[in-house]
């Protein structure tokens, strides 16, 4: 096996640590007056391998993704300290071999890009002082500049309101950078076109599916590695086709652009048995590992709105979702941790059932969804949401188990994002920071937005007895069970009204359909 051994540095004095989603040249932590003095440091870990059991795909994505940044920065005259995860020296965490490289390397300063994670964030904070009290060593943590809102920005935007819209914060953002603006109106009168992004799945829609790329010899190393090192971890390493590097990064969403923007925003809500992609764009795990830049990749959608190659539901659909939804759930992990992991509104007790690992259950949708997320790593927003998510908090299932489900199984998840995407948006765990009512549906959404219930074991027709869609009485069953918590939401005064004038026969049916499933799921 090839290990990255260190040759003597030359007038080494400045460690740079490059973290494994932070594979950005525009890093602030890389603008340095005298690069030949600097070395940077890359490093595989197991620390960061197995803080949750990461899928396999996602695995080989961030390694092969890491040493090819390493190339791209020796090939641009940086001196690189690539440690892989087999290297006899490895310590097996970020700050430790960062207190290695000091040592061995005699550096006097250290310059960090700030990490995305909480929990690495504090890890490094600790590192940093024991490095200055106790080695002489100045470090110097910069603000990661790849988001559009600081943190301060957010705090202080947050600071100013009861209530945290992400509408508000989304139309802040469309001003300050100037997206799909007319001077300090929105384009076309309206900030939002969602209302047209809802259409289910026509029956004759043809899809282009995302650019995929042979691996690289890298690439194929690193499969080989993840395939020994990780036999057990969940997902597959299979006809693995993810870009590994900026180039190949911008092609795909160039091939995206081209071919099925125009109809992200009409079909942005819709799912399809064996169709994983549709119209999505798949760059969420380009945008935050560092290939892509978010900026750019909405100022090249606005450019094709200008051309007229796209509508405007579409363009500002896809514009919304990087600088509203992915800026603000960013700024509410920041605002809300260390306490927001924590958070249980419904006091769920429930453990995550062992189908989400082996997608061995009858519910399509969920067999469909949980199939595909084992095969690619990926599953669109609405899959997350209105199935996976859906299902978990109809059940009551523990907040913090299905957050570490989601933050395994994705290859774009990193805490900041998914977090709140999960205990809030699609838990409600937070109590409605994020939404104004909980996203739970019954069958009839399903039905509505997807093809999942015509392959399906049980009638989404049904709603009583053995084969009726478990969505169904489950839905109402986590409505009355939560009642207490949940009838004072002026957006369930409705829906609450409907259960009422339901007979006492049927709620009893209801209560009894779901407390039989719930008692053989467990
Ligand atoms: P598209 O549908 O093409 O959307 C375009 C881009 O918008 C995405 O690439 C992404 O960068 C951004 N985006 C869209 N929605 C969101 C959102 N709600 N929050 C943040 N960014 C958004 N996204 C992640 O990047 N990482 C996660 O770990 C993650 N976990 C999620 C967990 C749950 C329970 C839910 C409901 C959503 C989660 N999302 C997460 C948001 C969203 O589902 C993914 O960004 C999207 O599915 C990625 O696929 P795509 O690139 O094809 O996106
Ligand atoms: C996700 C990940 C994995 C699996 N492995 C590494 C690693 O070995 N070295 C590294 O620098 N980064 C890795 N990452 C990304 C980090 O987990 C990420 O930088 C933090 O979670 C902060 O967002
Ligand atoms: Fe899912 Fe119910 Fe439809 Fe089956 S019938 S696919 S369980 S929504």
Redesign the pocket.
């Known amino acids: 096996m090839r290990h990255q051994t260190i040759s003597p540095l030359n007038n080494i004095s400045t460690l740079l640590?490059?973290?494994?989603?932070?594979l950005s040249l525009n890093l602030p932590s890389l603008q340095v007056d005298r690069p030949e003095q600097c070395c940077v440091l890359?490093?595989?870990?197991?620390?960061?391998?197995n803080?949750v059991s990461?899928h396999r795909r996602?695995?080989v994505f961030?390694?092969a993704s890491?040493r090819h940044f390493a190339e791209e920065l020796r090939s641009r005259g940086w001196q690189v300290r690539y440690v892989e995860?087999t290297h006899p020296e490895n310590s097996g965490s970020?700050d430790n071999e960062i207190e290695r490289a000091v040592n061995e390397l005699n550096i006097k300063q250290v310059a960090i890009t700030r990490?995305?994670?909480w929990?690495?964030?504090s890890a490094i904070s600790k590192t940093a002082q024991d490095l200055e009290r106790n080695n002489s060593v100045i470090v110097k943590i910069h603000e990661d500049s790849r988001f559009l809102c600081t943190n301060a920005e957010f705090v202080r935007w947050a600071g100013t309101r009861k209530q945290l819209r992400m509408e508000y914060f989304y139309r802040d953002m469309r001003r300050k950078t100037g997206l799909l603006m007319d001077d300090n109106k929105p384009i076309g009168g309206k900030w939002n076109y969602d209302a047209e992004n809802r259409k289910p799945p026509g029956k004759d829609l043809t899809f282009h599916s995302p650019k995929r790329f042979r691996p690289t010899a890298i690439t194929r190393a690193v499969i080989d590695m993840v395939e020994t090192l990780f036999p057990d971890n969940f997902g597959s390493t299979e006809n693995f086709w993810f870009a590994t590097s900026r180039k190949q990064a911008t092609a795909a969403l160039v091939r995206w652009i081209e071919h099925s923007l125009p109809l992200f925003g009409d079909y942005q809500d819709a799912m399809l048995q064996d169709e994983p992609f549709m119209f999505h764009s798949v760059i969420a795990q380009y945008i935050n590992i560092g290939w892509l830049d978010p900026m750019d990749v909405c100022q090249r959608v606005e450019a094709e709105y200008n051309k007229g190659s796209v509508p405007l539901n579409a363009a500002e659909g896809f514009i919304r979702q990087i600088i509203g939804w992915r800026e603000y759930v960013r700024g509410i992990y920041w605002l809300k941790m260390p306490d927001y992991i924590q958070n249980n509104f419904f006091n769920a007790t429930r453990a995550l059932p062992e189908f989400y690992w082996t997608a061995e259950t009858n519910m399509n949708c969920l067999r469909q969804c949980i199939k595909q997320t084992h095969d690619e790593a990926y599953a669109h927003h609405i899959q997350r949401l209105m199935v996976t998510g859906n299902f978990a908090m109809l059940i009551g299932v523990l907040p913090k188990e299905v957050h570490e489900w989601y933050l395994a199984v994705y290859a774009d998840a990193?805490?900041?994002v998914e977090l709140p995407n999960t205990l809030g948006m699609s838990q409600f765990a937070d109590g409605g920071l994020l939404g104004s009512k909980p996203y739970a549906a019954g069958g009839n959404y399903i039905n509505k937005m997807s093809n999942y219930c015509k392959h399906c074991h049980y009638k989404v027709s049904k709603k009583e007895g053995d084969d009726a869609c478990p969505f169904n009485y489950l839905y109402w069953h986590f409505l009355a069970s939560n009642r207490g918590k949940l009838a004072d939401n002026h957006r369930l005064i409705q829906i609450y009204r409907t259960y009422d004038r339901m007979s006492d026969e049927k709620r009893q049916t209801i209560n009894k359909d779901s407390e039989k499933f719930l008692s053989n799921l467990s």
Do not use: I, N, S
């Open positions: 640590p490059v973290f494994g989603d932070q890359m490093a595989e870990v197991m620390g960061e391998a803080y990461h996602k695995l961030v390694f890491m995860l970020l990490p995305g994670e929990r690495l964030d990193y805490e900041w």
